[in-house]
């Protein structure tokens, strides 16, 4: 949605004086309408009243948008209150099976190459490994071994224990049950502290591959989330560890998270998440 407001003047029919209008106002108070909707759908539904008093509108104003949204199957009304109709599910349809994941992460990616001033990637799971669908390097000579197309195994990288730290446990299970090989002399291999290191990842929300996978290589991983709330890729900063040093493992941990949450948004995950469902 544009946020510039055009303001258009009109010419009054019966007085003959031009009014000014914000011709996008109505529009925008329609929309925060059906977000509130939105939010409330999930708690059973919204009355007429919480729902204006939500946008700060008059009851008359919120009856008078919600009406046509009710007519085209945007809302629904059951026992007096609001919900989502089946209209927005096939809009959200339509919208996720024109998703082209790369092109959709590409905004975000480039803004975590420019912010943190490393290589960035996102990757797919392919359990036990973890593919990479996309990179964009960082702005320094060195250039990182990794390509679109490459696989890794998921329990010793960074992106692949971002992804796993929210899958399901039966995922989980499998990566164990495939051997956690040690990559270098820290990978970790004992099932017992890998799966305590995924319950230190949920809580900080970023993983770290401190070196785990490739010698002189640390990663730092956030995951993404889907439309329903399920863990489907993983992004992350990734260099040298002379450049990517334990220092900066908040602040990488900040951007990649942040960047998770830009793309996840775009995948249709709720605004406000905070924890996976």
Known sequence: MMRSVHN??????????????????????????LDAVSAATAAG??????????????????LRLLAPMAESGLVRVEQGRYLLGPRTAQL???????VDLRALAQPALRRLVEESGESVHLVLPDLPDMVYIAKIDGPGRVR?????????PAHSTGVGRAYLAFADEAAVDAVVARGLAPRTGR????????????????????AVDDIENEPDIRCVAAPVFDHDG???AAVSVAGLATRITPDRFDRLGELVVAAGRAISQQLG???????PR
């Open 269 to 275: 995950a709720a605004p406000s998440r905070e924890e």
């Open 144 to 152: 990182m071994n990794s390509y679109v197309g490459s696989r890794q």
């Open 187 to 206: 990978t970790v291999t004992d099932p017992a502290e890998f799966r305590a290191g995924l319950k230190t990842i949920r809580e900080r929300r970023y």
């Open 230 to 232: 399920a863990v489907t």
């Open 8 to 33: 258009l003047v009109v010419q009054s029919a019966t007085e003959g004086e031009p009014v000014e209008r914000n011709t996008s106002s109505s529009l925008r108070r329609g929309l925060a309408l």
């Open 92 to 98: 959200g349809r339509v919208y996720l099976d024109s």
């Open 45 to 62: 539904g919204g009355t007429l009243t919480e729902l204006a008093a939500a946008v700060g509108v008059h009851k008359s104003s919120a």
